[in-house]
């Protein structure tokens, strides 16, 4: 019986995690070209072996399975729309690794599915070492079966045991939400408790000691407490530029998520720019939260 050949793989966005995970794909041997606006990027992948592609159109003309690891929800719904949908054929699969605001990704797995193509929403968790060591978590939605015939795929990306199938289109996103909103509501109640003790005076190494240090939940405070005493409160994140995606999907669904919603609002209305663990502009939390205190970071 002669081998399965492996699908060819297009990858698009070859930044922090996209370029990691690019090189995962092709080192575990499957066909790969890509492409970043970034030339140095599409440099970077060729030095490695795999195919550096001139444009995002040659990549999917040159493709069975295209992936995507773009910046922002608008950035790729603009990259689909002017770029993948219009070069789509039969039987292609689109995989969107980034976190896409859940009506456009439903709105856009239609348009795709008009060109005979399928887009599974694939968003990932677990930062640049998670996307260097193959480990991350993905959260996936889309048509059942092809989700399937792609999970080899993901497991090089992702821990096998962490690639969970989540349901229909934007079922992923959804669940990528719940865990962004985890984590950036976690560390958001950790800061404010924080500020409290700080803008009220109180040394904060000794807040440290006295309520981090700990298992649990007091070992959670304990690392934001540390950065924060470090001169890094500045610079933790609480998901800000996500947080209108899951405000929308949330209100289409006609359910509030009010502490999100005070998260949101509360940060808009300063103007403590930051760039987030993406590099994407966003809002310092800690900063507004300090911003009358004498102790607040210089």
Same mark, same amino acid.
């Given at each position: 019986m002669m081998p399965q050949q492996l699908p060819r793989i297009g990858f698009i966005g070859l930044g922090n995690m996209g370029g990691r995970m690019a090189k995962n794909l092709y080192n575990a041997g499957y066909p790969l070209i890509g492409y970043d606006i970034d030339a140095a990027k599409c440099t970077a992948l060729a030095a490695s072996g795999a195919t550096a592609g001139n444009d995002t159109a040659q990549v999917v003309e040159n493709s069975d399975v295209i992936m995507t690891s773009l910046r922002s929800s608008d950035v790729f719904c603009s990259v689909a729309e002017q770029y993948l949908i219009p070069n789509a054929r039969d039987c292609q699969v689109f995989i969107d690794l980034g976190t896409t605001e859940v009506e456009k990704t439903k709105e856009l797995a239609t348009a795709f599915a008009e060109k005979g193509a399928t887009l599974i929403d694939a968003p990932v968790s677990g930062g640049p070492h998670g996307s260097e060591t193959g480990t991350l978590r993905i959260?996936?939605? !889309?048509?059942?079966?092809?989700v399937e015939k792609c999970r080899p795929i993901l497991e090089v990306l992702g821990e096998p045991k962490y690639v969970v199938y989540c349901g229909?289109?934007?079922?992923?996103?959804?669940?990528?939400?719940?865990?962004?909103?985890?984590? !950036?509501? !976690?560390?958001?109640?950790?800061?404010?408790?924080?500020?409290?003790?700080?803008?009220?005076?109180?040394?904060?190494?000794?807040?440290?000691?006295?309520?981090?240090?700990?298992?649990?939940?007091?070992?959670?405070?304990?690392?934001?407490?540390?950065?924060?005493?470090?001169?890094? !409160?500045?610079?933790?994140?609480?998901?800000?530029?996500?947080?209108?995606?899951?405000?929308?999907?949330?209100?289409?669904?006609?359910?509030?998520?009010?502490?999100?919603?005070?998260?949101?609002?509360?940060?808009?209305?300063?103007?403590?720019?930051?760039?987030?663990?993406?590099?994407?502009?966003?809002?310092?939390?800690?900063?507004?939260?300090?911003?009358?205190?004498?102790?607040?970071?210089?």
């Open positions: 959260f996936v939605g !889309g048509a059942e079966g092809t229909a289109s934007g079922t992923g996103q959804i669940v990528k939400g719940v865990n962004q909103l985890a984590m !950036g509501l !976690g560390d958001a109640a950790f800061m404010e408790a924080m500020a409290f003790g700080v803008c009220a005076g109180v040394d904060p190494t000794a807040i440290r000691e006295a309520v981090g240090m700990g298992d649990g939940w007091r070992g959670q405070f304990d690392r934001i407490a540390k950065r924060i005493i470090d001169g890094e !409160g500045k610079t933790l994140v609480v998901k800000y530029p996500e947080l209108p995606y899951f405000l929308a999907a949330a209100k289409a669904a006609g359910f509030e998520i009010p502490l999100t919603e005070a998260l949101y609002e509360f940060c808009k209305n300063e103007n403590y720019e930051m760039f987030d663990n993406m590099n994407r502009p966003s809002r310092s939390f800690w900063r507004t939260l300090t911003k009358d205190s004498e102790t607040e970071e210089d």
